[in-house]
């Protein structure tokens, strides 16, 4: 089948090049796993919400700070930047600071000396919460006109009429399992002094790229993305 000449200007298009196309292609890209950590390295792990949706009323974490190996916690109130890392719309928080609004979202995290002992310190706070009614199934959602975003609406013809005319008419309601696609990638970050150079160097996904600007672990023009 011959193909018309306009249908090959995509394949002799340009396109920007990704910055790490080719180290991915040939098993040569460094993720954050591969990178040896230094012997004094902290470990960090979240404190995260048990319920679907509330107020937080207590959060004690003076038991996670007495946990062994324990050497620094944070919230919300020590983001030095903006207490977000949605990249598009804005709206979440690195650390939820009065209401939650899923199971597992993170309240604080703790920095130790090892994975296992910020884990555990993780667990033993304290949180009190004033529970809300939550939206859990697409029903619920409809219903109370919630979305994640706006609603697009695709439509081909005129499906009203052509249903009106039709034969034969069935009514009903099907429900699929799966969900559009969100955005998931694996959330790790290692963060290293480089005292012969101006600043911090981070390695971290780049959705992870929001969430070390607003720690200040170093500006964006530093980051070093993979």
């Not at 992870?208 to 200040?216: D, K, L, V």
Request: net charge neutral.
């Amino acid at each position: 089948m011959a193909v018309a000449p306009s249908e090959l200007e995509a394949v002799r298009a340009e396109v920007p090049r990704h910055e790490s196309a080719h180290l991915h292609v040939s098993g040569r890209a460094l993720y954050a796993d591969d990178i040896p950590l230094p012997a004094d390295a902290l470990h960090a792990a979240f404190g995260l919400s048990t319920i679907a949706h509330g107020r937080i009323r207590t959060l004690d974490l003076a038991p996670v700070a007495r946990m062994p190996g324990v050497q620094g916690i944070a919230r919300a109130a020590d983001v030095p930047g903006e207490n977000n890392y949605s990249a598009v719309r804005h709206d979440d928080p690195i650390f939820a600071d009065a209401l939650v609004q899923y199971v597992g979202q993170p309240l604080f995290a703790v920095a130790a000396r090892s994975y296992t002992a910020a884990r555990r310190a993780a667990r033993s706070a304290h949180v009190e919460y004033e529970a809300l009614p939550a939206i859990l199934d697409i029903r619920a959602a409809l219903a109370a006109d919630s979305y994640v975003l706006p609603s697009a609406r695709c439509v081909r013809g005129e499906p009203q009429s052509a249903i009106a005319r039709a034969p034969h008419r069935l009514r009903g309601t099907a429900t699929v399992g799966g969900q559009d696609h969100f955005y998931l990638e694996g959330q790790i970050a290692v963060a290293m002094p480089r005292w012969m150079a101006s600043s911090n160097s981070a390695f971290l996904p780049k959705t992870s790229t929001a969430m070390a600007i607003s720690f200040g672990v170093c500006p964006a023009s530093v980051l070093s993305t993979r």
